[in-house]
């Protein structure tokens, strides 16, 4: 761990991969902003790999004042064993305050790995993240300005801050689209720090054999309507009428995650805590309950229309329209109604 | 070539059941007041041990960090066909995080000597996923976590398939090594019913402590701890014992445990609010689905 360091900066793990950026960091680099505008300190980006230096100024752009730069052919492929010697090399050599990275299976594979050699703290999963004081209850001691840790824990039944005071630096993974991706500012300026860390003597204890990656069927955070089912559509052939109701309306299809247990439709549609986080115009939750973990994908949509026949289920409360209803009966209505508007809306010119 | 196993697992509160009367005013949590389940994760890591050594021979061992309850799993993989158990106990170990856990079962680990460590990918109570590559970097070992696939366990290395989100890899690595398994990976072995008649009876010494205690309330403390002896040393013969082991029995550096161990602090606990904002409701019926589109057309969201 490194002490307490009131001008340490806030990094975020830029994670690539085959030399392309993903949307975490970006997405964290604009928090990151904020934070580190809080404790006016600077914001860098770690960016690891081989032959990626020209991603810098896309972390430039998106609010990076530094990006720390460390390349090597060791480094070429992910791997616990070399990203973590970097990390823990640099977090020694500069002592930032903060480490964000993203919730990925890389971010999640990593940041443990990092926190562990460190014997710092981490919080997984965080969905939101603050600057405030904490008070130790049996010794009325203050500690200012420390990194909040907001998830939430126990089946989301509660909303847990943490707080990590004096075995720093605070470090948090943060899942894709969490936190809103700002527009990168070409104009932005910022140093790309060349660093050199000695990986000559490492061996990387894992071989990867082969690999294949599938390009996502569907970009939930692009969409501008979702219709989205859940565990309530009954069946994979009745998730049609979800199916239906997207192509009327020119929308993306989602699913809670207990649809997509289920087998109703597939995990690329998920939305929810470990889905997507969406915040489309229009978000129609069909026979969805409404779980904390599923509503914190989908409460910050402009619109929410809900659709359930049980009065008391919770997506209720984060909607602005309702219907109580069975799907069966008010889908085919609402496509009906939504084709005659159309056909109104034509014929008035 | 035999491989020793070493599954490391949790007995969790079922989160699909919690209120928030089951937090403390801590924030930590009162497990004595909810119904305890088998981690669903560590299930399957459990069931790709024991197909490690369905196909190459050895032990497999279960070890977790609990209060005496967390028995209950370890029986329930003695059940499965687990061939040991302990049980890493010690109120020191109260309020720990993910780095004072891995911490300690790292210790415990140490001791057990497996040629490949299991974990579940992640517990459904603190949902971190941390605790696995933790234990890792804390016993020095290769980590290969998101396994959902054993595809080959030779002489020495292990050949998996890992998901990484958009898709897999296949990975090798020497052994030993530490797994962490997703609930894909396997469909977990039913209990055994001639393992379930003889392992019901497995406890561990605290648990027949509190029996003996039980059975002669009377008795001086002495007295207890005499029939206490006498009824370990049964189980004992018929390899019945659940081992025991305290921080000190696995040489745990105290300073690195509990809430002293734990870097992340609890700051506060807010129970869930559902807020409402502006709200309508529209009947289930074609006029009061046409005033909704109708509403959604007029303000432009539905093009």
Not at chain 1, 180 to 208: F, H, I, M, N, Q
């Amino acid at each position: 761990m490194i002490d307490v360091n009131r001008e340490g900066e806030v990094w975020v793990f830029a994670e690539q991969e085959d030399g392309k950026l993903g949307d975490v960091p970006l997405e964290l680099l604009g928090k990151a902003r904020e934070l580190a505008g809080t404790l006016s300190v600077a914001v860098g980006a770690v960016l690891l790999g081989d032959g990626v230096a020209d991603l810098g100024g896309e972390l430039i752009a998106h609010g990076a004042d530094k990006v720390y730069l460390v390349q090597d052919p060791l480094l070429g492929h992910y791997q616990a064993t070399s990203y973590c010697h970097v990390l823990c090399e640099l977090i020694g050599q500069y002592r930032p305050q903060v480490c964000l990275y993203g919730a990925t299976p890389l971010g999640r594979d990593l940041a443990p790995t990092v926190a562990s050699r460190m014997k710092c703290g981490l919080t997984a999963d965080c969905t939101d993240l603050q600057i405030g004081d904490h008070e130790i209850p049996s010794s009325g001691e203050v500690h200012r300005n420390l990194m909040f840790q907001i998830r939430p824990a126990f089946g989301g039944n509660i909303i847990a801050t943490i707080v990590n005071f004096d075995r720093w630096p605070q470090m948090a993974t943060v899942r894709e689209g969490v936190m809103p991706l700002t527009d990168a500012d070409p104009s932005r300026t910022g140093e790309v720090v060349e660093c050199g860390v000695e990986l000559g003597g490492l061996t990387l204890p894992l071989k990867v054999l082969d690999s294949h990656r599938r390009p996502k069927r569907v970009n939930l955070k692009a969409a501008r309507i979702i219709v989205a089912g859940g565990a309530g559509v009954g069946s994979r052939e009745n998730f049609k009428l979800v199916w239906d109701l997207a192509g009327c309306l020119g929308a993306a299809v989602g699913g809670s995650r207990a649809a997509v247990d289920l087998g109703f439709v597939e995990h690329d549609h998920q939305v929810g805590q470990t889905g997507t986080t969406v915040r489309p115009a229009l978000y129609i939750a069909c026979g969805i309950s409404g779980a904390v973990q599923h509503r914190a994908g989908m409460e910050e949509s402009a619109k929410i229309l809900a659709i359930n026949t049980d009065p008391a289920a919770p997506i209720f409360s984060v909607a602005h329209y309702g219907i109580v209803g069975d799907l069966n009966d008010v889908i085919p209505k609402l496509i009906k109604a939504v084709r005659h508007g159309a056909s109104v809306a034509e014929a008035a010119g | 070539m035999a491989i020793n196993c070493v599954v490391c697992i949790k007995q969790v509160p079922d989160t699909k059941r919690i209120t928030g009367e089951a937090m403390k005013e801590d924030g930590t949590v009162n497990r004595a007041a909810l119904p305890a389940i088998f981690n669903p994760e560590d299930m399957n890591a459990l069931e790709a041990a024991l197909e490690v050594r369905d196909r190459c021979g050895g032990t497999v061992s279960v070890v977790t960090m609990g209060p005496p309850a967390a028995c209950e799993a370890l029986r329930e993989a003695l059940f499965r066909g687990a061939d040991r158990a302990v049980l890493v106990s010690d109120r020191r170990a109260a309020a720990s995080d993910t780095l004072a856990t891995s911490y300690i079962l790292s210790c415990a680990v140490r001791k057990l000597e497996g040629d490949l460590v299991f974990c579940g990918r992640q517990a459904i109570d603190g949902d971190t996923a941390q605790v696995g590559p933790q234990l890792a970097e804390k016993l020095g070992l290769p980590l290969v976590t998101y396994v959902e696939e054993l595809m080959d366990v030779a002489d020495g290395s292990i050949r998996v398939r890992r998901n990484v989100g958009n898709g897999w890899e296949v990975v090798e690595c020497s052994l030993p090594a530490l797994l962490t398994v997703m609930e894909t990976a396997n469909t977990p072995r039913p209990q055994a019913a001639r393992r379930i008649m003889k392992y019901k009876k497995a406890r561990a010494p605290m648990e027949v402590a509190k029996a003996a205690a039980e059975a002669l309330p009377d008795a001086g403390d002495d007295e207890k701890a005499a029939e206490a002896d006498k009824r370990l040393a049964a189980l004992a013969e018929r390899g019945l014992t659940i081992d025991q082991w305290s921080l000190d029995d696995i040489e745990a550096d105290l300073g690195w445990c509990g809430r002293d161990g734990s870097p992340t602090k609890v700051h506060r606990i807010q129970s869930v609010v559902l807020a409402g904002g502006e709200y309508h409701e529209y009947p289930p019926t074609d006029e009061g689905v046409a005033e909704l589109i109708g509403a959604l057309i007029e303000d432009h969201t539905i093009g």
